[in-house]
């Protein structure tokens, strides 16, 4: 391989997976299009500075007129253009319909949990993420207002506060003087915070609200060296149990979440913690929450009225920020629409269609592409002065996708003299397509990251086999039904807070006692952190008693979490006609893949399996030597990788630790993957 384009495919990447990392694009396409996003948004910001709750705002429908014309990359343009102006909410599809907004939520703090500025995946050291950000900008608001009103004396501190809010504030420091002063006077400054928000309308949900908010604003941003506080700050955020003897966050009990809420009682509580997130924003900056891929719901008519009901609650109870729905317009017109309230519909009428790609924003297309990997001049010459632009919009525009399809049969004909390479997604085995997801989720920084959403998809999608547990199994709300008498409950667990724990595990030796279970399965991926934990003490005891008699904490190995999440993305894109072949048979195929594992997972419970190892992440060390070496390669595979570095990394740190340079793209490549330098 003597350069980058004999390695990679210029036009292999049809798909945006994130929206935090788009490829170049062309400005003039859709650029209408986000500039009406941006300007909604701008109008939300300029808003907030009248001092009042800015009105609420229709949601705004993208429609394509075909599959592949945009509508992910336009988010992740807007999204770059919203950097310092937004807090930025990639939502993906929830698949229960009891739990759309738990889903919001978690899914709400997850994407907070993103670089406020940067384009990458983690946080360098130091770096603030949109939660740091959203609770320095609250706090600072306060601070300043209370400063200008109270504490005239202040006024050298209140120019640079109000000069740079995020900077000055410096609450992960220790010595930080914003910290410090706020520590000192935070009872005050809450009390203050109370009628000068009432003043402006601004209303929380709950007695004491606004304390407890304020008070976990302000320890999760000086928590950034404290992870166990951070995660308990994270808790109650999630509304997660945070209960009286754990609580060390000194807030109301009453404002902690119960260990026995149900379902229901939790649901509306996150559809309330939502409200009160951008409420609290009025004083910081709007929120954009865009929905993406919501062709899935059309699916199942009921998870499109919910869906539909979500996001006309947002309109109308949701202040402070803009809500944007992504669909194909043949979906939305034939599965979407007809299915939802019409209350709903008038609350999403603003609609922005995108266009097709013409032959002059193609040739702009193909430069770019052409340039990432330095193709040499006789490359450019084979696109732009040969019959291929003619031949490809013979019949007039087409989608983007469609574009890039042909030239990337185009460029592998060109590479191989004459033999055809792959093309388009027509007629492709769905094995083929399968092990490209799979291999693209493993080698993409956060690629397998705990989704909920998935996994319960995944629990769903197993024939004859998946059904609600009982109201009162708080903490197993899954089961399969293996037959009348032989269950397995399943809990899906995202946190490590040991009283959380301690619930499970009590309740697994409750329904040890029931002739019909087999055992009580909690299922975690090993992006998670080991349970128990080592240091719990006390419950740690409790939990491992129960693994010894009926509870089974399996952890999905990063092989078999690819193979779920990679079974969800083709059957998302079945859904949302992205590749050649029906639902249905998407459907069946991923059960048929996925049919090992699940055997696998119902299998009896094995008490003498090897626990796995804990995750290491990278030091800060080895992602700026794997910088280093990426920077002056230019573009190096992985094995060489390891032998520059001396083979001190494996392959999961060099992906993590790519995820936090911004410079560098992780591609996947067989069995392996290749480090890009752009």
């Known amino acids: ?114 670089p406020d500025l940067g384009a990458t995946d983690y946080c360098e050291t130091g770096e603030l993420n949109q939660l740091d950000a959203f609770a320095s900008g609250v706090l600072a608001y306060i601070a300043a207002v209370y400063i200008e009103s109270e504490e005239p004396c202040y006024s050298e501190f209140l120019r640079a506060l109000l000069a740079n809010p995020l900077e000055k504030m410096a609450l992960a420091e220790k010595d930080s003087p914003a910290r410090i002063w706020i520590d000192q006077h935070f009872d005050t400054l809450t009390h203050f915070a109370s009628s000068r928000f009432h003043a402006r309308g601004l209303t929380l949900s709950g007695d004491n609200k606004l304390r407890s908010w304020l008070r976990v604003l302000f320890l999760y941003a000086c928590s950034a060296r404290n992870p166990d506080l951070r995660e308990t700050c994270l808790d109650w955020l999630k509304l997660k149990s945070v209960p009286e003897d754990a609580n060390n966050l000194r807030i109301e009990t009453k404002e902690c979440e119960r260990l026995e809420t149900s379902a229901a009682e939790r649901e ?91 032959q002059t924003e193609a040739q702009d297309l193909l430069s770019l592409r052409l340039e990432s990997v330095a193709a040499p ?185 690819a193979d779920i999440y990679a079974a969800w993305a083709l059957y998302s894109k079945a859904c949302q006609g992205d590749i050649d072949h029906a639902t249905e048979d998407v459907l069946r195929f991923c059960r048929q893949q996925l049919r090992p594992l699940g055997k696998n997972l119902a299998a009896a419970y094995n008490r003498e399996q090897p626990a796995p190892s804990p995750r290491t992440d990278p030091s800060s060390d080895l992602i700026k030597r794997i910088k280093i070496a990426v920077r002056d390669a230019r573009f190096i595979g992985f094995e060489q990788l390891v032998a520059h570095l001396g083979g001190t990394v494996s392959l999961e740190q060099a992906i993590r630790a790519s995820g936090s340079i911004p410079q560098i793209t992780t591609v996947p490549h067989p069995n392996t993957a290749v480090f890009l330098w752009s």
Not at 42 to 49: D, I, M, T, V, Y
Not at 482 to 494: F, K, N, W
Request: glycine content about 6%; overall charge positive.
């Open 268 to 358: 509306e509580k996150c559809r309330h913690r939502i409200r009160d997130l951008t409420m609290l924003a009025t004083v910081f900056r709007p929120f954009v929450f865009c929905f993406d891929q919501t062709e899935t719901y059309g699916q199942r008519p009921e998870l499109t009225r919910i869906f539909g009901q979500l996001i006309g609650e947002m309109v109308s109870k949701v202040p402070n920020q803009l809500t944007v729905v992504t669909a194909n317009w043949e979906v939305w017109s034939s599965r979407l629409q007809p299915h939802m309230e019409q209350a709903d519909l008038d609350r999403m009428n603003d609609t922005v269609t995108l266009k097709l790609m013409g």
């Open 1 to 114: 391989m003597n350069s980058i384009s004999d390695l990679f495919n210029p036009f292999a990447a049809r798909f945006v997976e994130s929206p935090r990392k788009v490829p170049a694009s062309v400005a003039s396409l859709n650029h209408e299009a986000l500039e009406r996003l941006v300007q909604r948004v701008r109008f939300l910001a300029h808003s907030q500075k009248s001092g009042q709750l800015p009105p609420p705002l229709p949601a705004i429908r993208i429609l394509s007129p075909e599959p592949g014309c945009g509508k992910s990359h336009l988010l992740g343009r807007l999204f770059t253009e919203l950097r310092t102006d937004a807090t930025r909410i990639y939502v993906q599809p929830f698949g229960n319909e009891g739990t759309a907004w738990t889903s919001l939520l978690q899914q709400t703090l997850k994407e907070m949990s993103y």
């Open 377 to 561: 001049p006789e490359v450019h010459a084979h696109f732009h002065e040969g019959g291929f632009q003619g031949e490809v919009f013979k019949h007039g525009p087409v989608s983007v996708r469609r574009f890039l399809e042909a030239a990337a049969l185009h460029y592998e004909t060109f590479k191989a003299h004459g033999v055809e390479g792959r093309g388009p997604l027509t007629g492709v085995l769905l094995k083929t397509v399968f092990e490209e997801e799979r291999q693209a989720l493993i080698t993409r920084p956060r690629g397998l990251d705990y989704s909920p959403d998935i996994l319960h998809w995944f629990i769903e999608t197993l024939p004859d086999r998946a059904h609600p547990a009982r109201q009162s199994c708080v903490s197993f709300p899954l089961k399969w039904s293996l037959s009348a008498s032989d269950i397995i409950y399943i809990c899906l667990e995202e946190g490590a807070h040991h009283f959380k724990w301690k619930a499970i595990a009590q309740e697994s030796q409750r329904l040890s006692k029931q002739v019909s279970t087999r055992k009580c399965m909690a299922l975690r991926t090993s992006e998670q952190e080991l349970i128990p934990r080592k240091t719990w003490k006390a419950i740690g005891p409790i939990v491992r008693n129960a693994q010894a008699t009926n509870l089974e904490i399996r952890i999905l190995s990063r092989e078999e979490t």
